[in-house]
């Protein structure tokens, strides 16, 4: 069974019989590394579903420097929904850090679920309301965390990305320079020697 046709029968609860009908709502798209999903000043064509591969969604300030937002690694979705939604240009890039085949799920992807097979509804509110939950703790991670419980945060959420991208990426989703990631990762590393 593909990500996609497992995520829609055990999250989505969509029935076995059903699950193969979905793919009239979505397109299959292979990505090479480095390639744009979605640039600045574009408006968002649907949600990603991460079937293969590792996506990462950041924004630029105006000196140049990445802010990301989110990763997406396997069996993730991935949107600006502020342009999706509203149709607004993005102030995001998505873009894949690695080689990936993604599924791009037409706007109304969800609504047609719902429609088609309403018992889907109480799911699919369930995981709006968890990504709003993890968006305020994000939030406030950023605000009121220290790097280092950020980055045990991180490990938490992302438990197999650490091999799967430069420290770079990780201090900048932390909010941190790679220095500072490099002494939050040596002080780790000495607490748990001595604890050893």
Same mark, same amino acid.
């Given at each position: 069974?593909?990500?996609?046709?497992? %995520?829609?029968?055990?999250?989505?609860?969509?029935?076995?019989?059903?699950?193969?009908?979905? #793919?009239?709502? %979505?397109v299959?798209?292979?990505?090479?590394?480095?390639?744009?999903?979605?640039?600045e000043?574009?408006?968002?064509?649907?949600?990603f579903?991460?079937?293969?591969? &590792?996506?990462?969604?950041? #924004?630029?300030?105006?000196?140049?420097?990445?802010?990301?937002?989110?990763?997406?690694?396997?069996?993730?979705?991935?949107?600006?929904?502020?342009? +999706? %939604?509203?149709?607004?240009?993005?102030?995001?890039?998505?873009?894949?850090?690695?080689?990936?085949?993604?599924? +791009?799920?037409?706007?109304?992807f969800?609504?047609?679920?719902?429609?088609d097979?309403?018992?889907?509804?109480?799911?699919?509110?369930? &995981?709006? $309301?968890?990504?709003?939950?993890?968006? $305020?703790?994000?939030l406030? #991670?950023?605000?009121?965390?220290?790097?280092?419980?950020?980055?045990?945060?991180?490990?938490?959420?992302?438990?197999?990305?650490l091999?799967?991208?430069? $420290?770079?990426?990780?201090?900048s %989703? &932390?909010?941190?320079?790679?220095?500072?990631?490099?002494?939050?990762?040596?002080?780790?590393?000495?607490?748990?020697?001595?604890?050893?």
């Open positions: 069974m593909d990500n996609i046709e497992a %995520y829609l029968a055990e999250v989505l609860e969509i029935p076995n019989e059903a699950v193969s009908t979905c #793919s009239n709502f %979505y299959t798209k292979k990505v090479a590394k480095n390639e744009y999903l979605l640039r000043g574009e408006v968002c064509p649907g949600t579903f991460v079937e293969k591969g &590792l996506l990462r969604m950041f #924004s630029s300030d105006k000196n140049g420097k990445e802010h990301i937002i989110q990763f997406a690694p396997e069996k993730w979705l991935i949107s600006d929904r502020s342009s +999706l %939604y509203f149709n607004e240009k993005s102030k995001y890039y998505i873009e894949a850090v690695e080689d990936s085949e993604v599924l +791009l799920l037409s706007n109304d969800f609504t047609r679920l719902i429609e097979h309403p018992q889907t509804a109480e799911n699919n509110d369930l &995981l709006l $309301q968890k990504h709003i939950r993890n968006l $305020q703790n994000r406030n #991670s950023l605000l009121a965390e220290t790097a280092e419980e950020r980055y045990m945060n991180f490990i938490k959420m992302y438990p197999d990305i091999l799967r991208v430069p $420290q770079w990426m990780v201090a %989703y &932390l909010g941190i320079t790679p220095e500072s990631l490099s002494r939050v990762r040596k002080e780790l590393a000495r607490k748990n020697f001595k604890t050893s």
